[in-house]
């Protein structure tokens, strides 16, 4: 049981820092990409440590972590640039 | 054709169970996968919504990030509350575990109150679906929406703690019925990481 009391400590130190990092005077790329990877590390320990995904056969971790993950990559890859797109043309020309 | 099953059924090294779980467990796995590709759909809309807009507001001027990460170590708290529910009631421990479930239910009370709050408070400002007086009008439209979906789900966490700690002081809940609970219990906070990363800091 104490395993889980360390994950809870490590969950709120990553808040903490994340907290941290928001006030602090960051260049916005590395603020975002330390922000993901915090996001992402926490989930995984969620996962991991509390959801008892480490202890799961592969075949399960597998199914949910890769359908997790590649569904939301497909999903952002496949709109973020055209967010991006439309915002660039607005910004050149004008709203419609 | 044989030779061909018998190397399929070695690859995933289970043989006629390859998850080596229980259908509850399995069960629950392909729910909480749905149900977090609803959450990513939503989120992946946010984004959109985010990256096209030309007056996102700053976070900071809207909401009070020290109130937002106190409802965050609230619902982390009630995580790991649970998590020691799970473990008591795998080591037959029945009196703890009840204690542990019946401290997650209020953890979750905390939250929805916490939760609560913040939107009557953001209403009283002015925050609508469809306007608000800091910026883009869509962002009333996620705000609501992405915590009222993820508070929709607490509740329902709340409703099943409680009924879980009902069926345990009864001597009715068993093992897996706590390990359910449990699993859907981490989901809402799992996916609450995300809200709070994307919504509230980034």
């Not at chain 1, 997790?68 to 890859?77: I, Q």
């Not at chain 2, 919504?49 to 609230?74: C, D, G, H």
């Not at chain 2, 204690?99 to 109150?113: E, N, W």
């Not at chain 2, 449990?182 to 980034?202: C, N, P, S």
Request: proline share 2%.
């Amino acid at each position: 049981m104490r395993g889980y009391w360390i994950t809870w400590g490590v969950l709120l130190v990553f808040t903490a820092v994340m907290l941290w990092a928001d006030a602090a005077p960051i260049p916005r790329l590395a603020f975002v990409v330390f922000m993901v990877a915090a996001m992402l590390t926490k989930a995984s320990i969620i996962g991991a440590n509390f959801m008892h995904l480490r202890a799961e056969r592969a075949g399960i971790v597998l199914t949910v972590v890769v359908g997790l993950l590649v569904t939301a990559v497909v999903l952002y890859v496949l709109i973020v640039p055209d967010a991006a797109r439309i915002h660039e043309m607005v910004s050149r020309y004008g709203p419609r | 054709m044989a030779h061909t099953d018998t190397r399929s059924i070695d690859r995933w090294a289970g043989g006629a169970c390859p998850f080596d779980a229980g259908w509850r467990k399995v069960m629950m796995w392909w729910f909480i996968v749905t149900d977090g590709l609803l959450f990513a759909g939503f989120l992946a809309s946010y984004g959109y919504a985010r990256i096209l807009a030309f007056n996102w507001p700053e976070q900071a001027e809207v909401f009070s990030l020290k109130y937002i990460a106190a409802m965050t170590f609230v619902l982390i708290s009630s995580s790991a509350t649970m998590a020691s529910a799970v473990h008591a009631m795998a080591e037959g421990k029945r009196g703890q575990a009840l204690k542990f479930v019946v401290f997650t239910a209020i953890g979750g009370i905390v939250f929805l109150g916490m939760q609560a709050y913040e939107w009557s408070h953001l209403i009283g400002e002015g925050a609508r679906l469809v306007r608000n007086p800091w910026g883009e009008a869509s962002f009333g439209a996620y705000f609501f929406l992405l915590t009222g979906f993820h508070g929709t789900h607490v509740l329902t966490g709340v409703v099943i703690l409680v009924s879980t700690a009902i069926r345990l002081a009864r001597n009715r809940s068993t093992k897996d019925g706590v390990e359910m609970a449990g699993l859907y219990w981490h989901f809402v906070d799992l996916v609450w990481v995300f809200i709070f990363t994307l919504f509230y800091l980034l």
